[in-house]
């Protein structure tokens, strides 16, 4: 196996539902998604946005679009108007996902 | 019944790209032009617009667009669907109606109305329908004086009957974005709306089309270097038929791209759960999205399903819940880190000091770790610079007032190499909170008004 960073596997679109930051992960190409889907568990995505993400992470499949959903809970400061944050809309979310090294077998062609 | 229709996006949102209406108009053939001003905070600054006035309380930005394309809707037969009306849409009409007589022209302007449930509040909670929080299940009670807007998201239908009616503008208070788009198509193909894999393919093209050019080409992470001509960036159309099967594509000759990346991309944009994908018409099924791209900006969409829709309203309503105030200070290199971080504990040492009251207080380092927090990579532990951004909120407007007041006193009385202070001082603006809640459909009546302007 080896390593290499979700960004080459993988693009990405995230948006805001309330205080939730929506992130869409969709494989670069089909051969990817069965690699991609099997690495990004909710516990591995919560534990990747340990300091940002403060409430429970929801994990859906999309195998129509080679892609995954994740729903991560209490993220954006309250949302909206309330937040403070900078990127009170979650917008930036997308790359911060696509920072996770992945494990992939050693002849994987990317 | 056509073949095909094609109904442009003009605007994914109220300060969108001012051009690309006109842009959908003339560059080549459409048949309808769909626009979006309406975000969750929207409704409550019309509503105080029409609390000061009340011949306001509508996007006024939607009057002068029509002055700019209505020669086109007319001589082309483009009929025009937007939610520009908000809390007024009659005004807005009259506004729309005043353009076309000065420009003798004669159209036909329909509005949609029955969506703003502020003034009914109140009799609704004593009938039964309580609008609780729907994420919360918290009462509405604590907050009911505060409550600044309260609008249903209504869906297809009322659009659909004024289509039936012959409008040729249409103005809707709140309605959902993806029922502008599937509105056109019950109505030229006749669908049934109790077919629910067609209310889900309509759904799901409004749904690809209702941030505009971010479906073509826009934000698009797959590849954006190789996107073409964003200047002039084509937004998206969607050519629907009969079978519930569209494409998207855009004008030709325009910047842009139109892709299975682009369109999947959009497809995955604020969706929670892809199988329960809830509106006012449907639930559609992401999960039965099937693209093929064919090549020249133009993907197939196909294999949609849906299920059949509850028998509910999302109500969107607004309250005011205090002041936030925002002020950036740019620190250069050397140690531009750590003399934002002084700065930040200068600042927050003196607010404490002056004993003012704050729900929330947050400092972010642009440069450094704003967007991406814990995650951002230490890569360049000495950046050339650093902007520091600091945000509070409290419910009492004078801290918030007197926190505007202390950032400039930074640049004499704080850590060195201190610039970015144009602007003036921040000043206190209102926090608008979002209540989402749901009330039965029976409980609402959608009204549509046509009127005809004769020149």
Redesign the interface.
């Known amino acids: 196996m080896k390593q290499v960073q979700l960004l080459s596997l993988a693009h990405a679109r995230s948006g805001d539902k309330g205080d939730a930051g929506n992130v869409g992960v969709i494989a670069r190409r089909p051969e990817y998604y069965p690699i991609i889907a099997a690495a990004l568990t909710t516990k591995r995505v919560k534990e990747h946005f340990t300091g940002i993400c403060h409430g429970p992470v929801e994990r859906f499949e999309l195998p129509n679009l080679h892609a995954l959903n994740f729903l991560l809970h209490n993220t954006l400061g309250g949302g909206g108007t309330v937040s403070l944050k900078l990127d009170a809309q979650g917008k930036t979310l997308s790359s911060a996902m696509l920072r996770m090294m992945i494990d992939v077998p050693e002849d994987l062609a990317i | 019944m056509k073949d095909s229709i094609r109904i442009a996006s003009g605007q994914g949102f109220w300060g969108d790209l001012l051009s690309a209406p006109l842009d959908q108009v003339t560059k080549g053939p459409i048949d309808y032009l769909v626009m979006d001003y309406l975000a969750?905070?929207t409704m409550s600054i019309v509503q105080k617009q029409k609390l000061k006035d009340p011949r306001l309380g509508y996007a006024r930005d939607l009057v002068s667009t029509v002055d700019e394309i209505l020669p086109h809707l007319a001589s082309k037969g483009i009929t025009m669907i937007s939610n520009g009306g908000g809390v007024n849409p009659e005004a807005c009409r009259d506004a729309v109606l005043e353009v076309a007589r000065r420009q003798g022209i004669s159209i036909k302007v329909g509005i949609v109305t029955g969506d703003d449930i502020l003034d009914s509040i109140d009799e609704l909670g004593a009938a039964g329908a309580p609008l609780k929080n729907m994420?919360s299940g918290e009462d509405l009670a604590p907050v009911r004086e505060k409550v600044l807007s309260a609008n249903v998201y209504l869906g297809a239908a009322p659009i659909v009957e004024a289509l039936r009616q012959g409008a040729q503008i249409i103005i809707t208070g709140r309605t959902t974005d993806t029922g502008l788009t599937l509105a056109p198509m019950i109505h030229e193909f006749g669908w049934d709306m109790r077919d629910w894999n067609r209310m889900a393919a309509g759904t799901i093209a409004g749904h690809i089309i209702e941030c505009g050019a971010q479906s073509s080409g826009g934000?698009y992470?797959?590849?954006w270097r190789s996107v073409p001509d964003m200047a002039n960036v084509g937004f998206p159309i969607i050519e629907a038929l009969p079978s519930g099967e569209f494409f998207v594509t855009k004008h030709a000759g325009t910047g842009g791209r139109v892709s299975r990346?682009t369109v999947?991309?959009?497809?995955?944009?604020?969706?929670?759960?892809?199988?329960n994908y809830i509106t006012p018409d449907v639930i559609a099924d992401?999960?039965?999205?099937?693209?093929e791209d064919l090549g020249d900006d133009r993907v197939r969409v196909h294999?949609i399903e849906g299920r059949e829709n509850t028998p509910f309203y999302k109500v969107s309503m607004s309250y005011s819940?205090g002041y936030?105030a925002?002020a950036t200070l740019t620190y250069a290199w050397p140690e531009a880190i750590d003399k934002a971080r002084a700065g930040d504990a200068i600042l927050r040492a003196r607010l404490e000091r002056l004993g003012l009251q704050f729900d929330?207080?947050?400092t972010?380092y642009?440069g450094y770790n704003?967007?991406?927090?814990?995650?951002s990579e230490a890569v360049n532990p000495d950046p050339q610079e650093v902007m520091m951004?600091i945000?509070?909120?409290s419910h009492d407007i004078k801290s918030v007032e007197r926190f505007g007041k202390e950032i400039a006193p930074l640049i004499l009385t704080g850590p060195p190499n201190v610039t970015g202070f144009a602007g003036g001082r921040p000043r206190p603006s209102e926090?608008?909170?979002?209540w989402?809640a749901l009330i039965e459909k029976t409980r609402i009546d959608p009204r549509v008004k046509i009127e005809v302007v004769e020149s």
Do not use: K
């Open positions: 969750e905070v994420e934000n992470m797959e590849d990346g999947a991309e959009q497809c995955l944009y604020e969706i929670g759960d892809p199988r992401f999960t039965t999205i099937h693209l294999g819940d936030s925002f929330e207080i947050l972010e642009v704003a967007c991406h927090g814990p995650l951004r945000g509070v909120r926090v608008v909170a979002y989402p």
